[in-house]
């Protein structure tokens, strides 16, 4: 009669800041041409970065819980187009959230 080996969970994966490759939400300052936002943009697993979202094939940058420098209101949802980026700063890298959240 064989045994089956142990199985062992395999180590954490991490990227290199020391962080888990998670998703995660940085808070953005973003300027365009027509005024400037602060939002949070969602980095998903797999992304790891703002410029990775930045360089990627979608057209527009998704930003929740902005405020904008023309309305000074929040508002929940803002796309904006990345051909009229002129700058962005991350303002924090934000904290890493569970997978699905």
């Known amino acids: 009669m064989s045994t089956l080996p142990q199985l062992r969970p395999a ?6 800041v020391g962080r888990s ?18 939002g949070k943009v969602y980095v998903a697993h797999g992304k ?3 410029s ?3 360089s990627d094939e979608r057209q527009f940058l998704n930003l929740t ?9 929040i508002e929940p949802f ?17 904290t890493d959230s569970p ?3």
């Open 48 to 50: 790891g970065r703002v």
């Open 65 to 73: 819980e902005v405020i904008s420098s023309e309305s000074g209101q």
């Open 99 to 101: 997978a699905g959240a």
């Open 11 to 16: 180590p954490a994966v991490t990227n290199f």
């Open 21 to 38: 490759p998670r998703a995660h939400r940085s808070t953005v300052r973003v300027e365009t041409d027509s005024g400037t936002f602060v």
């Open 78 to 94: 803002v796309a904006i187009n990345k051909r009229y980026i002129r700058t962005l700063r991350i303002l924090d890298e934000g």
């Open 52 to 54: 990775d979202i930045l």
